[in-house]
């Protein structure tokens, strides 16, 4: 699977992508998080407060609930501030 | 009906002129520019930071143009956002609508910059005295997306 994060996600977390071997546990977006948290301090900052994340699957924003294989494009950010 | 990301400047009355151009049955052109200030919350800023998902923002900035088409009689319609470093008085974003009148093109204005700036996946890190910050969403962003309904 495909990570990517942006803005103060990446920060916390140290790169802006990477590409993961998805356990077999791991069915939806809130599980893939759950599973992030594991994998050191900076993970656990980034996803401390998840109300302040917002999740795209394949480039599209979904909920904590979305399924998610192998596959994917998942990305993590803040919320957007352009314009 | 286009939609470009890019770092370069551009030159605003050069891309509402091609906008238009040889299209005689446009009777308006809505127009709004971002521009970069030099303060935030009090404090002084001295620039700021694009960063964007590229691809998805491409994707979303498309969407949302397809849904303004959708709800108005537009002729042409553009938006140019940029990224990287930008420092203040420098234009961030140029959004333009062109409608045979000024109704649909000055609504169809407002709702694609209201719907961008929740919707597109941009982030911008501002420089103050204090270092650098990311700027957080604004609930009177959201606000201002959802008078447009779904």
């Given at each position: 699977m495909k990570l990517l994060y942006f803005a103060w996600v990446r920060q916390r977390i140290g790169v802006g992508q990477e590409t993961v071997s998805l356990?077999?546990?791991?069915?939806?977006v809130a599980g893939l998080v759950d599973w992030l948290r594991t994998r050191g301090p900076g993970y656990a900052e980034a996803f401390?407060?998840?109300?302040?994340i917002r999740c795209a699957v394949n480039q599209e924003y979904v909920e904590p609930d979305q399924p998610v294989s192998a596959d994917d494009e998942v990305a993590f950010f803040p919320p957007v501030t352009g314009g | 009906m286009a939609v470009r990301v890019q770092e370069a400047d551009f030159d605003v009355g050069a891309e509402l002129a091609a906008l238009t151009?040889?299209?005689?049955?446009?009777?308006g052109v809505g127009v709004f520019v971002g521009v970069v200030r030099d303060t935030a919350g009090g404090s002084a800023v001295s620039g700021m930071t694009l960063e964007h998902y590229p691809g998805m923002t491409e994707r979303q900035l498309a969407a949302i143009e397809a849904e303004a088409a959708a709800r108005w009689p537009l002729e042409a319609s553009l938006i140019v956002h940029r990224v990287g470093r930008l420092a203040p008085g420098e234009t961030i974003v140029l959004v333009a609508c062109a409608s045979a009148h000024r109704q649909a093109a000055l609504d169809a204005t407002a709702f694609l910059i209201d719907w961008l700036k929740t919707k597109a996946p941009f982030w911008k890190l501002e420089e103050t005295a204090d270092g650098e910050c990311w700027v957080d969403a604004r609930e009177s962003d959201d606000a201002a997306a959802a008078r447009w309904g779904r």
């Open positions: 356990p077999a546990e791991v069915a939806t401390r407060d998840t109300r302040a | 151009a040889n299209n005689h049955r446009v009777g």
